[in-house]
């Protein structure tokens, strides 16, 4: 029979419980989600759901967090997360890398300076992504079908690829985290986003297939799915068609879209010591949008 694994935090739980006469009990639930030491990597981190996942990483403790993104120089919004996670003071770092993920040289060779820099590579969040404008399935052109892929899959993968590599030569574990969508198991109504729905499901495919691969190496990949949330993406639809945000919301039982700050909890699980046992699965955070 397989041994079973103990916990970095041992004695925990009951087990504590059980040990109370020996060990000074002391609550131990929020040092599971610390990051304290880790050091990841976020791609499209220079704003929206990837740069609020990177500042949870920081304020959850992680030692660095690199942002990868297409801009030559990052944005104010990410400028001024830097030094919001400056002067937290808790020795955090907020780093910016300008590259596109679709290089997977490039992606591999920024993977190895963070390793030789860094000499550890723990979490690794996949959330550059593009979501073109609507256009007929059965005219989609082949193009850009081509350029939705080569990012939102390709990308996806070289992201996993540049840190995943590094996970395994130092061999400390890692969590991996593909930032797929509702989009990838349901298809969003009366929108005409074929290659973003094909791409999504892809994406999380991709993750139980390497979650299986990497699971011996105690590499973790899983999805996260959020529903709709209001970002530059999804502003790109809303700003221009207002009745989207009352259809959108009507379209789930909270009646309202989501924030990017309420991925902070579920993005900190999941690259911590909270979600040891947990591979190959899709995370879905969209207000219900499923459930109906
Ligand atoms: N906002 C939502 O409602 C929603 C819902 C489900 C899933 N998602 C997914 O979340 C992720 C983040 O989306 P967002 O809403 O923050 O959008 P966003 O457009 O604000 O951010 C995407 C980021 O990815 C970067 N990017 C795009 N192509 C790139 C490339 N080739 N190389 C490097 N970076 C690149 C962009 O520059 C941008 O900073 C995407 O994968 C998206 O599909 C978003």
């Keep these: 029979m397989q041994s079973q694994s103990i916990s970095r935090l041992a004695p925990i739980g009951v087990s504590a419980a059980l040990e109370a006469d020996s060990v000074q009990p002391r609550p131990k639930i929020f040092d599971e989600f610390a990051l304290t030491d880790r050091v990841g990597m976020v791609s499209g981190g220079n704003r929206g759901l990837g740069l609020e996942m990177a500042l949870a990483l920081c304020e959850a403790g992680a030692r660095v967090i690199y942002c990868i993104d297409l801009p030559e120089k990052a944005s104010e919004e990410w400028t001024k997360t ?43 969040v996949a959330a550059a992504g593009i979501l073109k404008s609507h256009t007929n399935c059965l005219e989609y052109p082949a193009q850009q079908f081509q350029d939705v892929f080569n990012v ?31 989009s990838g198991s349901i298809t969003n109504r ?8 094909s791409s999504k499901s892809a994406v999380l495919q991709m993750a139980r297939s390497m979650a299986c691969e990497l699971g011996p190496k105690n ?6 799915s959020p529903g709709h949330i209001y970002t530059k993406m999804t502003a790109a639809y809303i700003d221009a068609q207002p009745h989207l945000l009352e259809k959108w919301s009507n379209l789930n039982p909270m009646g309202r879209i989501g924030r ?33």
């Design 190 to 197: 009366d929108h005409a986003w074929v290659s973003y729905n």
């Design 82 to 124: 830097k030094t919001f996670v400056d002067k937290l003071n808790n020795g955090s770092r907020l780093e910016y890398i300008s590259a596109d993920v679709t290089d997977q040289e490039k992606m591999w060779k920024i993977g190895e300076e963070i390793g030789e820099k860094e000499k550890r590579m723990d979490v690794c």
């Design 260 to 292: 990017p700050d309420e991925l902070r909890g579920v993005i900190t699980w999941l690259a911590s010591d909270a979600s040891t046992f947990c591979t190959g699965s899709d995370i879905v955070v969209n207000g219900g949008h499923h459930a109906w």
């Design 152 to 182: 939102n899959v390709n990308g996806v993968l070289f992201t996993a690829q540049a840190a995943g590599r590094q996970m395994a030569k130092f061999g400390n574990g890692g969590s991996i985290i593909l930032i797929a969508s509702m």
């Design 219 to 224: 590499i973790r990949v899983n999805t996260l």
